[in-house]
């Protein structure tokens, strides 16, 4: 096992680690709370989570983060399961049932890499975006990761569901060319995705630089409607 293996290893134990108490731009139309997820299954290169990635942040008990959602009844309508990945925290399914029988509206923010959770929780979810990091030849290399097929049979999970969703991809013109984001929006419409597609600028990290901008007019137009933010 190599270094960056190990370290991930390591990283796909999660706990509740930090709350962010009010957001208007992380769940459309819905002021929220974000919860957020230590831990990460992958090592993105552009990351700038890392400290909640590596878990180097306290652990929050999940009832203190019920306790605090029913003082925020009437006041806040959503909550968005953010991290490092919320899909790899333990019995996930049964604090998602806690917070939605609290009246709120859930949202996750998810790489695609645990179906056999997202099956579970579906139910109780709102909204859904997930992370298409590349195309399968580029995948392990911006992800550290060999995760790309259980990321594709979620992807398509979601998209025959009839749940909201949003695919967003991070771009870095060190990791991502126009020929691989090519690819991946023909993906996108070969499996009949039909919401907006969001493609967005990685920002600069301790590691890494900040990503060139991207020129729009060099991906081909598909049959859904593709968003550089």
Request: aromatic letters at 12%.
């Amino acid at each position: 096992m190599n270094i960056v293996q190990n370290a991930i290893l390591k990283m796909t134990i999660s706990n509740i680690c930090d709350i962010t108490p009010f957001t208007l731009q992380d769940f459309k139309d819905t002021p929220s709370c974000i919860i957020w997820f230590s831990g990460c299954n992958m090592l993105c290169r552009y990351c700038h989570n890392l400290d909640i990635v590596f878990e180097r942040t306290k652990k929050i008990e999940e009832e203190e983060i019920l306790d605090f959602l029913k003082s925020r009844i009437g006041k806040l309508e959503g909550v968005v399961l953010c991290g490092g990945e919320p899909t790899l925290h333990k019995n996930l399914d049964l604090f998602v049932k806690k917070v939605k029988e609290l009246g709120f509206k859930i949202k996750l923010d998810t790489n695609g890499s645990s179906l056999e959770v997202v099956e579970k929780i579906l139910p109780y979810i709102d909204f859904v975006a997930i992370d298409f990091k590349s195309d399968i030849v580029q995948f392990k290399n911006v992800t550290q990761s060999f995760l790309f097929d259980k990321f594709y049979e979620t992807l398509k999970y979601l998209i025959e569901s009839n749940v909201n969703l949003e695919v967003r991809t991070t771009y870095h013109h060190k990791l991502l060319d126009y020929e691989t984001l090519n690819k991946m929006t023909l993906m996108l419409e070969q499996l009949r995705y039909q919401n907006i597609y969001y493609i967005q600028r990685a920002i600069a990290t301790e590691d890494f630089e900040e990503s060139h901008y991207l020129d729009i007019s060099k991906i081909r137009k598909r049959t859904f409607e593709i968003n550089y933010r």
